[in-house]
Nanobody, 124 residues
């Protein structure tokens, strides 16, 4: 059974940085695209970033482009999200997810396994 464990969330001041991690176990990690999503209270879960199985291509939501960087280490079965210049609009529960295939996709239904989420709070 595939398990994804998110970590690295916390409280940070606006303009600060956080690095999220997603550790995968129980299945094949390196042959699937992976993604990050976030959900703020009362809102739908939204796409944040995605990365191909090899890490050669990435994609980002417009709201985080230039500030967030997604990466992965297939030897460690771990994906990362480096978040810089955090804004008051960025808080929420951040979830990592494994895509059903190898391509970058932003639609939630294309992901089949999800982490438990890690809370990000930004103080102004």
């Amino acid at each position: 059974q595939v398990q994804l464990v998110d970590s690295g969330g916390g409280l940070v001041q606006a303009g600060g940085s956080l690095r999220l991690s997603c550790a995968a176990s129980g299945g094949t990690f390196s042959t699937y695209a992976m993604g990050w999503f976030r959900q703020a209270p009362g809102k739908e879960r939204e796409f944040v970033a995605a990365i191909t199985w090899s890490g050669d291509k990435t994609d980002y939501a417009d709201s985080v482009k230039g500030r967030f960087t997604v990466s992965r280490d297939n030897l460690k079965n771990t994906m990362y999200l480096q978040m810089n210049s955090l804004k008051p609009a960025d808080p929420g529960v951040y979830y990592c997810a494994r895509n059903r295939g190898i391509r970058i996709q932003g639609a939630r239904q294309t992901y089949d396994y999800w982490g438990q989420g890690t809370q990000v709070t930004v103080s102004s």
